[in-house]
């Protein structure tokens, strides 16, 4: 097959099984059509430990062929330098979120740690400041900008906002040791 441009795609038929077209630039990158005509552009590779994977870059139409050879080429440069782009994507996806690592601290150090009166009061910031706020976010995919935007949108309030603040750091840092976050 030479390589995929927007004519070849264009006239890719959908078979009765998902079917795919592979590119002769770009070793791993191909084109994946469904029985329904979807077409997706593909990257396929080996991990170090040898699985085979294959992850979907993104659909024709929202991306042009030489887009997504970029794409897939940065993806496969990942893989050359010992990274899973798929499976750190279906960690990022399945992770934990803030308000699972927030109950996992609660639990572990708080109750174990800290005095009935400070127990209440930081399950009482956590339940009614954070989980509301912050608490569906994954863990891996918040950044420190995240965090400090949180901590200024509680500038009324600077004591609870420090409080909180001390909270998600304590919290964070306890996952790191214990390797809860990735």
């Known amino acids: 097959m030479p390589n995929l441009t927007k004519r070849i795609v264009d006239a ?3 078979q009765e099984k998902l079917s795919f077209l592979w590119d002769d630039a770009l070793k791993g990158f191909g084109l994946q059509i469904t029985p329904a005509g979807v077409k997706s552009y593909v990257v396929a590779y080996r991990t170090e430990e040898g699985r ?4 979907v ?3 024709h139409g929202e991306l042009a062929p030489d887009q997504a050879r970029k794409l897939a080429a940065a993806r496969l440069g990942q893989v050359r330098t010992g990274k899973d782009p798929a499976a750190e994507r279906r960690a990022l ?3 934990d979120t803030v308000a699972d690592l927030l109950q996992r601290f609660l639990t572990a150090h708080v109750d174990v740690q800290n005095a009935e009166s400070t127990r ?3 399950r009482r910031l956590v339940e009614k400041i954070i989980i509301p706020r912050i608490g569906k976010a994954k863990v891996t995919g918040i950044k420190r900008q995240d ?3 949180f901590h200024s949108g509680l500038a009324e309030t600077p004591r609870q906002a420090n409080v909180a603040l001390s909270v998600l750091s304590k919290a964070f840092n306890l996952a790191e040791v214990l390797g809860a976050a990735a």
Request: hydrophobic share 30%; net charge positive.
């Open 12 to 14: 890719a038929k959908p």
């Open 93 to 95: 996806r399945t992770g």
């Open 52 to 55: 085979t994977r294959r992850m």
């Open 57 to 59: 870059i993104g659909r």
């Open 147 to 149: 965090i400090a935007k």
């Open 120 to 122: 209440k009061e930081v």
